[in-house]
């Protein structure tokens, strides 16, 4: 019997000219294998496909649920925005597809697991740290890296060995996209100059179309992750998939980025993250009401380190897990309601509540009613200013320029 390589298919042409590759250059049988994790495509119509093409044996798993929870929750804890713009999402999604890849080789006793990650990319990087700290003994292999075709030839390719392929126009991007987002690359969005055109979008309305009059949402968070929207539970999965349809109506949610990839390209990426953008801004607020300053600030150290490690494939790190055993600690009481404002593509916090609030409206009121003693500040500004006090001083002493 042959031997067998499980291949992460996506039903697009770099997925599918591999299976064939695959079989060609290695003499193996090829076992597919398909992850929903919120894309929104028919996983029947891509099982036909991959078994058409010839695929052995096809596996469609639902991922949904273990990708929002393990996955997008930890990120919303993280406030994890890469270069403080992109939320991470096609990142988040390759730790989960390794493993599943990883589970089913196991399973179909494969040598080796397949990828179309191009050679290009940051997540080849993802892919493959995470199949190697799982299972080192497996074979990877990436047709798009090894075989450096371009998309024209790969067209021919299909053509030639009868492998059938959507040519929508679509097919001018390269789309990836989850639950937590969409990200749009390719074509004359390679012109970091030129704005994007319409077409790339899919999940927002133009803001100049969004509606004239304001939308206004209550988030409830519990422990660091939304639960509610105007006081109804939703199911992690729904949550996310409401929040995108409800922002993405309002133009929310549209990124264009100047990015640093790690493997040192600097590449201009669009994304469409509506619900993404809406609660990590909800969820920042209320940390900042919750957290004292000290955790506040030490806290961005450690989400910057955790965006870090999932942006450049490192999601097996044990550091993820030292870095989460502090975020979670801090997330026990991150519990409250935010208010937003929804309005022509942009978000503003206008509103939040929390049994741990640290604010005090005591203390914070600028009406006589203040427990706040003015005359405490007169001594706390003599300790505070002492050692700048000092300085200027010598440095007057010395005739040193002014700073
Ligand atoms: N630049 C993003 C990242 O590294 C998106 C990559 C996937 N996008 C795609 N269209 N294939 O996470």
Redesign the pocket.
């Known amino acids: 019997m042959k031997k067998k390589v499980v291949l992460a298919y996506s039903g697009g042409l770099d997925t599918s000219v591999s299976i064939k590759w695959i079989q060609q250059k290695y003499d193996v049988n090829v076992v597919t294998m398909t992850i929903d994790v919120g894309q929104g495509k028919e996983l029947k119509t891509i099982e036909k496909r991959a078994i058409a093409i010839g695929a052995l044996k096809h596996y469609s798993i639902d991922a949904k649920e273990e990708f929002v929870t393990n996955y997008v929750f930890r990120a919303i804890k993280a406030n994890a925005l890469?270069e403080s713009k992109?939320p991470?999402?096609?990142?988040l999604s390759r730790p989960l597809i390794a493993s599943k890849l990883v589970d089913v080789a196991n399973k179909e006793e494969a040598i080796g697991v397949a990828h179309g990650c191009t050679g290009k990319?940051?997540?080849q990087v993802r892919f493959d740290v995470t199949i190697k700290s799982l299972n080192p003994d497996l074979k990877i292999i990436a047709p798009v890296r090894e075989w450096k075709l371009s998309r024209d030839e790969e067209i021919k390719y299909a053509e030639e060995n009868k492998i059938p392929i959507d040519y929508t126009s679509k097919n001018i991007?390269?789309?990836?996209q989850n639950l937590w987002g969409r990200?749009?690359?390719?074509g004359v969005l390679e012109q970091p100059d030129h704005e994007p055109p319409e077409d790339a979008y899919e999940w927002t309305t133009d803001p100049v179309n969004a509606p004239d009059k304001p939308e206004y949402l209550s988030i409830g968070f519990n422990k660091g992750v939304p639960r509610t929207i105007n006081g109804k539970k939703l199911n992690p999965t729904d949550f996310i998939f409401k929040m995108n349809k409800i922002a993405g109506q309002h133009g929310i949610g549209r990124i264009d980025h100047m990015?640093n990839?790690l493997v040192g390209i600097k590449?201009r990426?669009i994304?469409e993250c509506p619900a993404a953008t809406v609660i990590l801004e909800a969820h920042k607020d209320l940390e900042k009401t919750i957290l004292t300053r000290h955790e506040w600030s030490f806290k961005q150290q450690i989400d910057n380190q955790w965006t870090l490690l999932a942006?450049t494939g490192l999601w097996m790190d044990p550091l993820r897990h030292a870095l989460e055993a502090f975020i979670n600690k801090t997330q026990e009481k991150v519990i409250g309601e935010v208010k937003v404002k929804l309005y022509k593509g942009s978000v503003q916090v206008v509103g939040r509540s929390s049994p741990y609030s640290l604010y005090d409206l005591n203390l914070a009121t600028y009406e006589s009613s203040s427990t706040f003693d003015q005359t405490w500040s007169i001594g706390f500004i003599e300790l505070w200013s002492m050692p700048t006090k000092a300085a200027n001083i010598v440095m007057k002493k010395n005739k040193t320029e002014k700073p």
């Open positions: 890469y992109y991470v999402s096609s990142a990319g940051n997540d991007y390269s789309i990836d990200s749009i690359e390719c990015e990839r590449s990426e994304y942006y």
